[in-house]
């Protein structure tokens, strides 16, 4: 043990990433955070906690910061960043209940995550069309995710490959 150096995490996070990169993922996931907020009008039912936020945004770049060293690469694609995203924001759970909010806000961090999800494999673009004969399978397919999201192992190596299979599942629909 002696001899060596440690470093502090913010010295390892400025080792692997950029002042401005750590800004702006810190921006986009709390952007993210603050639509679904908005957008599934959570005011007075949940707040979202910035401290336990801030847990999750350390998680996420140490995780991407060791996958980068470990595979010897320089960027991480949009995918594993919101894998990790998602996976991290399950385990520390940054949106929380206020009481008396009732049951329908017990799984608010998983919803959270599924619109990640959505979002990723490009569910929500505008102009996004399904046929109507298919739309009752992809209502299956998200109630599928967000069991999963719910009960199942949400590691962001599932969470990857369930973006994977989407982006798959859309080449082939398209051939």
Known sequence: MEGRNYKTLKEELNTAFSDEYICNVSLLIHQMAERFYEEQKLEKKVYF?????????????????????????????????????????????????????????????????LSLLLQASGCFDFGIKCAKEDVEKVEKLVEQVFYHLKYRNTNPQTLELL?????????????
């Open 49 to 113: 906690d910035d401290t336990i936020f801030e847990y999750c945004l350390i998680d996420i770049l140490v995780d991407i910061a060791r996958l980068k060293d470990f595979h010897d690469i320089e960027l991480v694609n949009y995918v594993k960043l919101i894998a990790y995203t998602a996976s991290w924001c399950l385990k520390r759970k940054p949106f929380q209940m206020i009481e008396g909010a009732g049951a329908d806000y017990i799984y608010v961090n998983e919803r959270f995550a």
């Open 163 to 175: 973006l994977v299979g989407v982006e798959n599942g859309k080449l082939l629909y398209q051939m």
